[in-house]
Nanobody, 125 residues
Framework: QVQLVESGGGLVQAGGSLRHSCVAS????????MGWYRQVPGKERELVAS???????YVAASVKGRLTISRDNAKNTLYLQMNNLKPEDTAVYYC???????????????????WGQGTQVTVSS
């Protein structure tokens, strides 16, 4: 069965860094667009970064320059490097397997059918 298992996250001071990992199993990871999302209570889950099977990346404007998405297809693993974290980055972060991906201008959208369990990131000021 499809599984996405996340690790990383935690508590960090503003300006600090964290790295998330998402290990995939049960499907052909290398052919899927994958994404990282975040969600805060009372708000919809938002896409922060995505990477296609060919390695093309998208990063949302709100986190551009601070978050980097990457993948290692040999390890079936998706990564999110988060630098210069801000208190507004506090959220639960999820990885997702993409099934529908498109871009309109500078904004991209990814619909996912499977999700990781979510990891909490808390950035203190």
């Amino acid at each position: 069965q499809v599984q996405l298992v996340e690790s990383g996250g935690g508590l960090v001071q503003a300006g600090g860094s964290l790295r998330h990992s998402c290990v995939a199993s049960g499907f052909a990871f290398s052919i899927y667009t994958m994404g990282w999302y975040r969600q805060v209570p009372g708000k919809e889950r938002e896409l922060v970064a995505s990477i296609t099977s060919g390695g093309s990346t998208y990063v949302a404007a709100s986190v551009k320059g601070r978050l980097t998405i990457s993948r290692d297809n040999a390890k079936n693993t998706l990564y999110l490097q988060m630098n210069n974290l801000k208190p507004e980055d506090t959220a639960v972060y999820y990885c997702g397997r993409g099934v529908d991906y498109y871009c309109e201008g500078l904004v991209c959208y990814l619909r996912s059918d499977y999700w990781g369990q979510g990891t909490q990131v808390t950035v203190s000021s």
